[in-house]
C-alpha cells in the first residue's frame, strides 16, 4: 500500500445514498477462493457475470485478472470473496492483506489492484449489487484485519452506490481526485472543434503537415490478420526507447510485467476486447495506442511515442485519431486511465469521470475503533498538508511533452 495521502483528502462518511434497483431471487451466499480455483472451477460463470455486470471493468474481467495474477502474483495465493446465487456468480473482489494502512500499523483488507490496473470496483451482476454486498461483508468481518480499503472505485457507480446503502457502517471516503474521460454525443469531428481551442488546433495541423513533409502519415489499427506479437514487441520497444526505459519504469524493464502485458493483450484479443492503434511516418512508427473495449464503456490503457518525433507531439496526434471511438454505437465512454490534471489528455477530452478511494471498519468494536482513529489522524494529516502545499503552477495547454 502507498505510504501517504495524495489528490485531495477528504474525510465524508456516509451511510447511504439513491436506492439501487435489486433482483428479488434466491438466497446469495459468500465465499473466499483463490484466483485460481475460481479460473478452473467457475470461468465459465466468471465470464458469464462480465456479459452481464452493472458498469464496464476491463480490469475485473477474468483474461485481465488471471494475466495479471501469473505474471505478477501467484494465483493459487491470492485470494478473493465471491457471491453466488445458486451456481451463478454475481459478484467477485480480488484481496490483498497488508500489514499497514498507508503510515499507520494497522492491518488492513483491500482489493486486489496493481499499478496497471486503473479501474478496481469488484465485479457484480446486474441488480444483485446490494445482495452481493450484503453477503459479502459479514465474511470479510471474519478474516481479521479491522478496516477495509478500496482503491479506484468510480464515485457514484453502480458497486459504490451500492456499497453505501447495504454496509449497515460508516463508509468513508478518503481521496479523491478527477481525471478525463471522453464521453459525447458528438462526432470525432464537431469534438475535436468543440473541445480543443482554436489556437491549438491550428497548432496541431501545422505539426501534421510538417510531418507529412518526412514521408506518407498513415494511423493503422490491428486486425486479425495482423501480427499481435509483432505490435506488441513495437509497443514495448517504442516506450523501453523514450523516458520510462531511462527510468527503469517501461514494461520491458521487469519479467513479470512484461509478461503480463503479453498474456492479457493476447488474451484482450482472444476476448474481442483490444484496439490498438499505431501511427506511422515512412513506414517507421512513432506513436501507439493500446485500448480495451468492454461496452458499454472502454478504456485507453497505455500510450508510447518515438521521443525523436517529439517536436510532432506525436502522442497528441494519434489521440485525436482515437476519437472515431465516438462513432461506435456500442461504446458510450472512454475513460483515460490517466493521473489527475494531466496536461495532454485534459486539453483533448472534456469530461471527468471521479475517482475515490474508500475505507470502512471490519469485525465489529475494533473495527469500529481503528476507523475512528484513523479518521482523526486523516483530519489531521490533511490539515497539515493543507498548510505545506504551495500554489498550483500556471498550466500550460501548448505544452505537449508530457504524453
Known sequence: MEAALYHQPITSEAHGSAPVAQTPLATVRAAILTLAALDRDHGAAWDDCVAHAAEANPFIERWFVMASARNLGDPPAIAAVAAFRGEQLVALMPLARDRRYYRLPIPVLSNWVHANAFLGMPLMRAGDEMAAWRAMLPLLDA?????????AIVEGGAAHAALLQAAARPVATVM????????SELGPTDYYETTVRKKKRKELKRLMARLAELGPVETLRLTNADDLDEWINAFLALEAAGWKGREGSAIASEAGKRGF????????QAAGRLELLRMTVAGRTIAMLVNFLTPPGSASFKIAYDEEYARFSPGVLIQIDNYTVLDRPDIA????CASANHP???SLWAQRRAMVRLTLPLGGWRGRAAFRAVGMLERIWAAIKSRRQPAPARRNDDDDADL
Open 143 to 151: 478474516e481479521g484485519p479491522p478496516l477495509l480499503h478500496l482503491t
Open 176 to 183: 479523491r481526485h478527477e481525471r478525463a474521460l471522453l464521453h
Open 261 to 268: 502485458f503479453v498474456e492479457a493483450l493476447t488474451a484482450a
Open 333 to 336: 465512454w472512454m475513460d483515460s
Open 344 to 346: 495532454m489528455i485534459d
